[in-house]
Every structure is written in structure tokens, then in C-alpha cells.
């Protein structure tokens, strides 16, 4: 059964700074493909950050030099540090797995940005 299990959400004040993560059971986590998307009220999902199996990223230009994504095989756990919030932030963040067809979501954590 393939768990993807999010934890760091919370809220935070505009500036702030949050770690979301994603720990992963069920799947050979070095081989997939693993991303974090979110979803404002009233919004499509969106892809945040990406990184591949082979440690490659790439951002949504709206995070680019505030969010960082990596990952640490030994835990099956795939990270997200974020710094300098702001409220348009806001949203519901989901980890996802990828891997040829197989593609996996956690629940999500909520993330709100707010003073």
C-alpha cells in the first residue's frame, strides 16, 4: 500500500519560513520522480517544485529563490523549504510521486499565510 504522508503545515506571518514534508512508504522511493503542488481556494492544482530521481528541480517562477525542494533517500522523504511567505502562498500543499504511470498524492497539509 503506498502511503505519501505530508506534516509541516501550519500558520505562519508574512516573511515567515516553513518545512513541509513528505515521507513515503509502499514505493522504491529512489526511483520515482517526486513534486510539490498546491491549491488555493478557488484554484486549479499547480505544480510548486519538482525534483527528479536524479536530484534535478525546477520551480513555479512564482517561488523561484524563496522555495527549496529536496530529497533524502535514506528516508524515503522528500522535502520542502520555503522562507520569505507570503499570503498568496496560502494554500493546501500536496506531495506527489511520479513514475512512468504510476502516480501517487499524499492528503496535503495546509499552509496559511497570514498576520
Known amino acids: 500500500q503506498v502511503q505519501l504522508v505530508e506534516s509541516g503545515g501550519g500558520l505562519v506571518q508574512p516573511g515567515g519560513s516553513l518545512t513541509l514534508s513528505c515521507a513515503a512508504s509502499?514505493?522504491?522511493?529512489?526511483?520515482?520522480?517526486m513534486g510539490w503542488y498546491r491549491q488555493a481556494p478557488g484554484k486549479q492544482r499547480e505544480l510548486v517544485a519538482a525534483i527528479t530521481r536524479g536530484g534535478s528541480t525546477n520551480y513555479v517562477d512564482a517561488v523561484k529563490g524563496r522555495f527549496t525542494i529536496s530529497r533524502d533517500s535514506a528516508k524515503n522523504t522528500v522535502y520542502l523549504r520555503m522562507n520569505s511567505l507570503k499570503p498568496e502562498d496560502t494554500a493546501v500543499y500536496y506531495c506527489n510521486a511520479k513514475l512512468v504511470s504510476s502516480d501517487y498524492w499524499g492528503q496535503g497539509t495546509q499552509v496559511t499565510v497570514s498576520s
Open positions: 509502499g514505493i522504491i522511493f529512489r526511483f520515482y520522480d
